[in-house]
């Protein structure tokens, strides 16, 4: 007989460990194929879609897969496109976005003082303000910088040639994400906020947590120090984050088309 026992106390069946908190991460790839994910180390049994439909609305999804170095895994973070404008509930506002990733809520053109070249100005595809927030911190983009994109309507239609890229020019690059865990079991990437490596600010991640439509559908630690999950952690609110479609905007409308 030959029976290598262990203390019933002793976990022996593995499993994935799960994280949560800020987390340093460098983006890997996005929109892998198949046999792209295997060479990342990501067990994949069927080929990936990047299409959605949620409520009866097509979506185009922008995976990126991100790894943290230290401690080391890999999670994903999905931004749902549409090439359709994105608006509010009542049809009567625009999100209007610029060359140097501003945003807002306007009928019109935008016409603020604080508002920055109006000739380069144009209404935000649905993703399209998440999309350039993430790459904002990726690409460690100055204030006043230009972040835009040649191809964006290709981008809300789902062809994401320019990402890649940009995934190959920024290999050397780190942003800071916030990780939770929904359900007990699947890692979730907030999507209303996104980090610097320098500075590290985390109060940064605190007041975007505590905006009015700023909340994360996920556990997390209250510290936002990057952890192995506990189930003890506090439960968020059951608000939809905002790398979904049926994320809040900054008015607190929902996207429409």
């Not at 007989?1 to 996005?30: C, D, F, H, K, W």
């Not at 943290?68 to 509010?88: D, Y």
């Not at 997390?220 to 506990?230: C, F, G, M, R």
Request: glycine share 8%; proline share 3%.
């Amino acid at each position: 007989m030959a029976v290598q026992s262990n203390n019933s106390e002793v976990e022996v069946a593995g499993g994935v460990t799960l994280y949560t908190g800020i987390a340093p991460v460098r983006v890997i790839a996005v929109n892998p194929t198949m046999d792209e994910l295997k060479d990342l180390g990501i067990n994949a049994k069927t080929d990936p879609s990047y299409q959605v439909t949620i409520n009866e609305k097509e979506y185009n999804k922008i995976v990126f897969w991100l790894e943290c170095i230290n401690p080391s895994f890999k999670v994903k973070f999905e931004i749902l496109m549409q090439a359709g404008h994105r608006t509010n509930n009542n049809g009567d506002k625009s999100m209007w976005i610029n060359n140097v990733g501003q945003t807002t809520w306007s009928a019109d053109v935008p016409s603020y003082d604080w508002w920055k070249n109006v000739d380069k100005t144009r209404k935000a595809y649905v993703g399209e303000d998440v999309l350039i927030d993430f790459t904002k911190a990726w690409a460690n983009v100055a204030n006043g910088g230009e972040v835009s994109f040649d191809t964006i309507t290709a981008i809300a239609n789902g062809d994401v040639k320019e990402i890649k890229e940009l995934v190959k020019a920024l290999s050397g690059n780190s942003l800071r994400v916030l990780i939770g865990v929904k359900d007990g079991k699947y890692q979730q990437v907030y999507g209303k906020h996104f980090g610097r490596i320098k500075p590290m600010r985390d109060a940064d991640f605190v007041k975007a947590l505590n905006n009015d439509y700023g909340s994360f559908n996920a556990e997390y630690n209250t510290d936002l120090k990057l952890q192995v999950y506990s189930p003890e952690l506090l439960v968020a609110d059951e608000d939809s984050d905002s790398s979904t479609a049926m994320a809040a905007g900054d008015d607190g409308d929902l996207w429409d088309k």
